[in-house]
């Protein structure tokens, strides 16, 4: 993935899974829940979301909110950037011999 980004990407093959299932049209929902202890939790197609992930692509600016759900879940699609990043992902992955996409599964 881009490495030039100023942020290390948190476990890598983990985070190009979220942006490959995101596509350019899935949202990434954010559950306020200070309410139960728990803090905001993100989920992905029912899936929940590693809280390191979600605030990479977060303050990274990869996604950004465009709008609520009635149930007041926060909807986070891709920006431009974050299409390029999953982008450029999808090509570093795909260059990538086995053994090399077992280090990255295993390594972050």
Not at 22 to 40: E, I, S
Not at 64 to 88: K, M, Q, Y
Request: positive net charge; hydrophobic residues 40%; without cysteine.
């Amino acid at each position: 993935m881009d490495h030039s980004s100023p942020r290390p990407i948190p476990n890598r093959a983990q985070t190009l899974d979220v942006l490959r299932l995101m596509g350019n049209y899935r949202p990434l929902l954010m559950l306020p829940g200070d309410d139960d202890g728990y803090g905001a939790r993100w989920l992905l197609d029912g899936g929940e979301v590693p809280p390191g992930i979600a605030k990479y692509l977060i303050d990274g600016g990869f996604v950004a909110p465009t709008g609520t759900t009635g149930f007041g879940a926060r909807e986070l699609t891709l920006t431009e950037s974050g299409r390029r990043l999953r982008d450029n992902g999808l090509r570093w992955w795909a260059g990538l011999g086995l053994l090399q996409r077992w280090w990255v599964i295993v390594r972050g």
